[in-house]
């Protein structure tokens, strides 16, 4: 697994930096990542006690002996066992009070503009701000990388998604970019009204894309993130059906009391604690999913398959509260079904899977994001945000044995 990437400290030298890599051709990109590591690969000390920098990833579910579901993982159980599937992260972490960043996911190894991909959107809670939707759900294509942020950077990202493409060669006189944007609200732990994920972070976060299992916990989109009570934050998992792989990306940050494989580990937490059982904390967060496939599916069936993933979600515990808004994208990268932007043809795509091949790949997407949210959950650690606010880590050999004595019984 690939360490996280460096932490940006926000210095003239990031943003000097982060503004090269940009404006590399997507073809010709030189490795602006590994000097920027090198010049800013440190976060600022912060006084009176604070953290100083993102809590190192911890360990993640399956090499505790936590398994999710009945099917079988891919090799990596990651979003990027979907092969060509890339995904870049870009942390800020600042003071005692910039706790944030940005997460991207590009659905293959080329140009997302000049060859589009199969795409839906659905939207279980529109308490959000998920740019770029209406577009996809009206042509069913994705045709920019798919970034996670924070709420108030959501109108930034944007602009540096789009300044990206029309960067790229071949873009220098298009006239429309659809970019894909979706966000949670980390305002409790950073100081989310300075806005400060922009150009920089959305260009070092790109740079960092790699087909390489990505990193989880405390980075990018969900540095400042909080889940069923505990630290959330970016989450992966992927599951076998069939020839086709299903792979999910989460950015978790939404209520409930805590489920893992069926087991109430969130109320048995409190229970420990001297806390009431029936009490979990009143959080009213988000949640992003992210969806991949290597299935042939037209972007109907995309749609299913991504309504199917709020089940996963339900299983640990979600409460989709009122203020919670929970949204799924899912997309197919088969070779055969990405579309040119510009084409003679008046036809596009090959032959796509039948309504009835469908069930073993809900299956696959429900389990996939269960065990990506409780992902997300076991990598992430404790983190001190602003007004000396705390978010707690999991406790996970409790949470482990809560399972074991559950299983035995």
Known sequence: MRAAPAVVDWTTAARTVSLCAMRQPL??????????????????????????????????????????????????????????????????????????????????????????????VVVQNGFGKLAGSTQVEELGELESPVALTSTLSVGRVVDALVAWTLEQPGHERVRSVNAVVGETNDGWLSAIERRPVG?????????????????????????????????????????????WTVGVLVQTNFGGSLVVDGVAVGAELRTRSGERREDPPPEHGSCMIVVATDAPLCARNLRRLALRSFAGMARTGASFSNGSGDYAIAFSNAAELRRPAT????????????????????????????????????????????????????????????LRTAKRN
Not at 30 to 37: D, G, I, N
Not at 199 to 206: P, S
Request: negative net charge.
């Open 27 to 120: 073809r010709s990109r030189v490795p602006w990542r590994r000097v920027a590591t090198a010049l800013v690969g440190v976060a600022l000390a912060v006084p009176g006690g604070a953290q100083d920098g993102p809590p190192p990833e911890r360990a993640r579910p399956g090499a505790l002996g936590v398994r999710i579901g009945r099917l079988e993982p891919g090799p990596h159980d990651a979003i990027t066992d979907v092969s060509g599937v890339r995904v870049g992260h870009a942390t800020l972490w600042e003071g005692s009070d910039l706790r944030t960043g940005v997460t991207v996911v590009l659905p293959h190894d080329g140009d997302p503009f000049d060859l589009r991909v199969p795409a839906a």
């Open 199 to 243: 150009a920089e972070l959305v260009a070092r976060a790109l740079e960092d894309a790699s087909g390489e299992p990505p990193a989880g916990g405390v980075v990018g989109a969900g540095t400042g993130t909080r889940c069923l009570g505990y630290k959330g934050g970016i989450g992966t998992a992927s599951r076998k059906a069939g020839a």
């Open 343 to 402: 084409s003679d043809a008046e036809t596009v795509g090959g032959a796509v899977l039948r309504n009835d091949a469908m069930s073993p790949l809900f299956v696959a997407v429900a389990e996939a994001t269960e065990a990506a949210i409780v992902d997300a959950l076991f990598r992430a650690d404790r983190v001190v945000g602003r007004d000396g606010r705390t978010a707690p880590g999991l406790p996970v050999e409790a949470t482990l044995e809560i």
